[in-house]
């Protein structure tokens, strides 16, 4: 299974497996494992780049989800809910949280009192700036391995799969 001299820990793990799976199935395991593995890497980086700036990492990438929002860095509950795949009951715990330090503001739609946004404060906007240069250089760190055409290559075809899975972009 392996393309070059070296093994990982994924090689020994599914070497230990293989007798009751075929090819296929290996080679999507060990794809499942990698996956997670890099993921748990990038995250545990990420928080530990974090930490002494004292955000956690669901609180920059909640405030990074509302910094997008142009033109108003403002977005409903369930497109929070939507973006950042989670319950409604997480969203509303987060944005409690947010709110309690002045990083985000919950505002009733004049339109529809029904529907409340919720909208990045000055506050906000200024603390997730002051830490994405950490997390995107930690972000690069993790990756610097690989060159720019391999993980293009692997964008590519981490898309395909997105696609496949939750469908295009509206």
């Given at each position: 299974?392996?393309?070059?001299?070296d093994r990982d820990m994924i090689d020994a793990l599914i070497e230990a497996i293989s007798a009751p799976h075929d090819a296929g199935?290996?080679?999507?395991?060990?794809?499942?494992y990698r996956m997670r593995r890099i993921a748990h890497h990038l995250?545990?980086?990420?928080r530990r780049e974090l930490a002494p700036q004292?955000?956690?990492?669901?609180?920059l990438e909640m405030l990074a989800c509302?910094?997008?929002?142009?033109?108003?860095?403002r977005l409903s509950a369930g497109e929070l809910m939507r973006q950042l795949q989670l319950t409604s009951g997480a969203v509303t715990n987060r944005v409690s949280r947010l709110t309690a330090k002045g990083w985000v503001t919950?505002?009733?739609?004049?339109?529809?009192?029904?529907?409340?946004?919720?909208v990045l404060t000055e506050e906000g906007?200024?603390?997730?700036?002051?830490v994405f240069g950490g997390k995107t250089e930690t972000e690069?760190?993790?990756f610097s391995p690989l060159s720019r055409e391999q993980q293009h290559r692997i964008n590519e075809d981490l898309r395909t799969l997105l696609l496949a899975l939750e469908g295009p972009v509206a």
């Amino acid at each position: 299974m392996t393309s070059g001299t070296d093994r990982d820990m994924i090689d020994a793990l599914i070497e230990a497996i293989s007798a009751p799976h075929d090819a296929g199935t290996l080679e999507a395991k060990a794809l499942s494992y990698r996956m997670r593995r890099i993921a748990h890497h990038l995250e545990t980086r990420i928080r530990r780049e974090l930490a002494p700036q004292g955000i956690e990492l669901w609180e920059l990438e909640m405030l990074a989800c509302l910094r997008r929002a142009d033109p108003d860095c403002r977005l409903s509950a369930g497109e929070l809910m939507r973006q950042l795949q989670l319950t409604s009951g997480a969203v509303t715990n987060r944005v409690s949280r947010l709110t309690a330090k002045g990083w985000v503001t919950r505002e009733v739609d004049e339109a529809d009192r029904r529907s409340v946004s919720v909208v990045l404060t000055e506050e906000g906007r200024a603390r997730a700036k002051a830490v994405f240069g950490g997390k995107t250089e930690t972000e690069r760190e993790v990756f610097s391995p690989l060159s720019r055409e391999q993980q293009h290559r692997i964008n590519e075809d981490l898309r395909t799969l997105l696609l496949a899975l939750e469908g295009p972009v509206a």
